[in-house]
Structures are given as structure tokens and as C-alpha cells.
């Protein structure tokens, strides 16, 4: 069966237009330990930062690290616009958090699928601390950022986009010398999750896959990495070991519809909130049709872009959205799955 390695520029691109497993320990996705001088010393995939105590004037340049920083009651000065077009590119789900701040929106409207660093904004806001945590950060990039203030990127257990949301937390709390909160925050959404797969036996060991509509008539199954996938699995749910292979330590991989059979799972999740019509055009596909996925309506078509947003955040702030809503149809397509 062809299926094509996905291209990170295009794939991230479109997926932003149209689109938790075990918690890691602490000390393997970022340790952070009090010196002398008021600093403190977090270590990330890029090697070691030294941070000042109490950082003031923080800055996140991954794609969604404002929602991990607000949950700590922590209020960004800058922040990167991913998608969604909204108020200080901060997504409903987190409006409380910013306490009525408004922080710099840095590449509005630009989202073109790879890191796109606003150094001189960035510059010009005098940060002192800079989290790259839901983005790439090559050698160069790591230089100028830290250039400008101390910067602290993801862990070094996960590949780019793969870190666990309890990770970044986890990170953030180490960075902040505030691990007791992390460890709060994560147990929260841990046993809202836990509640909900306990409440949903017929969600244990069901095959799981999610994809999203691509272009030129091609779909994107995502990688059991990715924050989307995550959830599922944690909900219960098992991704299928072919998607992993076929996957790698990509967010995701590309099919045409003639590779269908790779989604023919117990569940199947569309991610096709900003879509407008996919539901339609994916429904009316006739190879679509003939899965028995679709035969038997174990399709849930997360079409409300709200929704689709908070599952493809994934963070802290999103999770406890995403499953509230997502839930109830993720039971009634397990049921016909029995």
C-alpha cells in the first residue's frame, strides 16, 4: 500500500486551516533547580537554561504554549498566532486567563506551516524568559532566541510536536519553580480523563484512528504522538500499530482515498472543525463508504470548530473542553462497535 511521509511545512499549514498517554517523570522532560544569584537551572531538549527567579516578562513562541503558561495564572507579554483568528490569539477555552491583559500578537494571520521567529518584536518587548515549547527550534534559532533573553524548549524525550501535554506542564512548573502547581494542574485533567474512561468501558482496547481533510483529494491520519491521538488513547482507546509504523516520529502522515483501509478502525475521528463541508464530501465518497467503519456509523465527525480546535490543542486548558464535547459521540460510535 503507498502512503506518503508527510511534508511538516504543508501538512502543519493545512491542518491549521482545516483542522495523554502516562504522565514522564519530571526530571526526564525538564528538571529546574535553585542556584545561587536568584537564578535557576532548567534543562530541555536544547541543553541547559539558566532562569532568573520569578520571571516577569515571558514570551511563548510555540504554536499553543500560551495555554500552559495561563493555567499557571502566569500572563504572557508576547505570543505566537497559530490559527483561529482570535482576540490576543488566545482561543475561548483560555480568555479568563488573561485577566484582561493583552499581550503582543506576534505573525497575525501568518501561520505558514513552520517556525517563523519574530526576533526584533520579540526583542523590542525585553523578555526575561522566552518558552519554545509546541514548535521546532533548530540550532540557529535556539542561538537567537537566547540571545535575547533565556529560553527553554521542549523535552528531549519526544520528537518535535510529540511531547505530552503533562510534560509541557511539567516544564513550565520546573521553569516557573512551581512544581507542586504542575503536579496540581495535571492531576486535574488526569482525573477528569480518568473519571470519563472509567464511566466508558466500551471504550477499553477499541481501535482508534484520527484524520483530517487534506488537499488534491488527500486526508491526514494522525501519528500516535500527536495531541489528538493522545487523547484518544487516553480515553481508552488504542491506535493501531500500522498508523505508528506508517507515522514514524511524524505528526502525522498523508493518504488518498484509495488508502481508506488504513482507517478502517473501530472508532474513526474526523478532525474537520474549520472545514466547512467535509463531512459532505468525505460521506459521499463512495471507497469511503464501502468501509465498514462507515457502514456501521463509527465515524464521529468533529465538525463544531470550537471543539475541533481544543482537540487539536491539546493542553491543559483545552483537554477538559474537548472532552466534554467529544465524549458522549465517541460512546455511542463505540457502542455500534460491540
Known sequence: MWVRTLDRRKFL???????????AAACSSGTAADTEGGTRAATHKKGTTEV?????????????????????????????????DYPDATWPWAQDALSRTHPEVFNRGQFTGEANFAYEAIAKLDPDLILALYIDVDDDAYRRLSAIAPTVTTSPDYPDFGMPWQDAVRI?????????????????????????????PEFEGKSV??????????????????????????????????????????????????????VDVDVLVWNVGSSPGAEA???????????????????????????SGALTWGTVLSLPY?????????????????
Request: charged share 20%; proline share 6%; glycine share 8%.
Open 13 to 23: 499549514t493545512v491542518s491549521a486551516g482545516v483542522g495523554l498517554a502516562g504522565v
Open 52 to 84: 532568573p527567579d520569578n520571571p516577569r516578562r515571558i514570551v511563548t513562541v510555540g504554536y499553543s504554549d500560551q495555554d500552559t503558561l495561563l493555567a499557571f495564572g502566569r500572563q504572557p507579554v508576547g505570543v505566537t498566532d497559530w490559527y483561529g
Open 172 to 200: 513550565v512548573g520546573t521553569t516557573l519553580g512551581e512544581d507542586g502547581k504542575a503536579n496540581h494542574l495535571v492531576a486535574g485533567v488526569d482525573d477528569l480523563v480518568a473519571q470519563q474512561r472509567a464511566a466508558h
Open 209 to 262: 484512528a484520527v484524520a483530517e481533510l487534506g488537499d488534491a483529494s488527500t486526508f491526514y491520519v494522525r501519528s500516535p504522538n500527536d495531541p489528538r491521538s493522545r487523547l484518544m488513547t487516553s480515553l481508552g482507546f488504542v491506535v493501531p500499530e500500522r498508523i505508528a509504523q506508517l507515522a514514524g516520529d511524524q505528526d502525522a502522515f498523508t493518504i488518498r482515498k484509495e488508502q481508506f483501509d488504513t
Open 281 to 307: 464530501q468525505i460521506t459521499a465518497d463512495p471507497v469511503y463508504q464501502s468501509l465498514p467503519v462507515a457502514k456501521a456509523g463509527r465515524a464521529v465527525f468533529v465538525d463544531d470548530p470550537t471543539v
Open 322 to 338: 474537548a472532552v466534554e464535547a467529544l465524549v458522549p459521540k465517541l460512546a455511542e460510535a463505540a457502542a455500534k462497535s460491540a
